[in-house]
């Protein structure tokens, strides 16, 4: 077989017998295509390429290839005459279940405080690093009952992204996440496993890593006065070393309202999913509980604390340049914080003098911007809702619908036929999450309204993330025949293993090129990727990030094609 090309771009890992299937060709060579079964080497399906369409960043021109008409399972390439043949890929049932479950395997690769054994990480396995049982309390978060250099014990957690601290902001977006694909496909994930220490336990092995970082954000909370710590970190980055090379001291950083009201809708939220398993977790919805409501009266009290590093720095010693995570506006984690409270609560209390906004548009969520989560939670909960939330729920709904209609208009103009890039400011730092958060999006969107349209679109965001897109890359790493395989991550890095921690979605484009790493190819939006370790900018992973791409894949194979 000849050397595929790179300019037939298509989800590298498959399709759905019965789902939407498009490859693109990019340029104007050819006119058709073939779609060859490598089995039997015969020829399956001929087709003819679209109408030339162009990429509103670098103008490229580019047509696709629609065979979605091809149902048999089976291995395939697509081929172009004057082009070539494209990656390998299949047409099964649950063709994106190894994606779903190695996204979640991805947070376990990430656990802080706890050796990975060859059992379940293969060869990425490694000793443990940052026991985290003596941290430091930070003269910014000294109080009377902790003072400055108190020792604390706040182990577990998953660390953040390619660097190894850990923050209760980032934590707060994606535990939302992840709790909320549980909480609308709980059938879905009673059965999967994903080959962790837990997965013989009666728990769900979704839920079980979401506890390892649930049990970590539950020390950070000040049990004088219910406050949260902002981050658990050290006060520089640690060097592109592995965990258990890391011997940095380690601090809990400035109580926060930002911080406290993301814990607050994580442990309401927790609390509510893990009361089930009562027997399995004897207490811990009920710790959760206690831990939102004291949470929640911090607030009250300091309703405007602020989190401003370089202030910070000049007031404190040591200095802390890690992730800042500083959110100017907590208007947004007030709202998720209530809804979540009153879903889990059922006390009106919560909602008080809170507007749900829902004249503006829906933001897409982001670890800044969570007020769709609070959006999501009530209609997932609609059935719990008292007469008096009417209103309050179709004005949620419609919000949800306009966001997800904007999303659908003009798709078929798209180079690329995903709903991802549409907008330039699509390609945001982290633009992977972006296409992920969409994603989500319309997933709420056809829950709602049981349109395909919505879900065909969701897909097409899947699609994107596996390969369809002006980079040609896979962004998730361990899958597609062009995958990412250096990410900013300090394991991968590290590890003397050639191929990098599986299940990793890299952040994906972003024109801002910050982190002016060489070898990007060039300055178009879409294009601004370069898979290449230093590129923080393009090609880091986090959770926040890897969350969504969980939420989407499995949330896909749950709704199933069949
Ligand atoms: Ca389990
Ligand atoms: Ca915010």
Redesign the pocket.
Known sequence: MAQPTNDIRLNQVGFYPVAQKKAIVVGEKGAEFFLRDLKTKKVIFKGKLGPVLKSPYSGKKSRVADFSSVQKVGKYVLEVSSLGVSYPFEIKNEIHKSVATAAIRGFYYQRASVALPEKFAGKWARAAGHPDDKILIHPSAASPERPAGTVMSSPRGWYDAGDYNKYIVNSGITMGTLLSVYEDFPVYFKNLKTNIPESQNAIPDLLDEVLWNLRWMLTMQDPADGGVYHKLTNPRFDGMIMPDACKNPRYAVQKNT?ATLDFVAVMAQASRVFKVYEKQLPGLSDSCQIAATRGWGWVQKNPAVLYNQNEMNTKFDPDVVTGGYE?K?????LIWAAAEMYITTKDENYLKNISFETDKPMPLPSW???KALAYYTIIRHEKQLGPVDQQYLRSIKNTVLNFSDDLLKNLDNQPYQTVMGKVAKDFAWGSSAVAANQGIALIQAYKLTKDKNYLNAALSNLDYILGRNATGYSFLTGFGSKQVMHPHHRPSIADGIVEPVPGLLSGGPNPGQQDKCEGYPNKFADESFVDADCSYASNEIAINWNAPFVYLAAAIEALSYK
């Open positions: 930002i959110d506006d907590g208007s947004d984690e800044s911007q969570v």
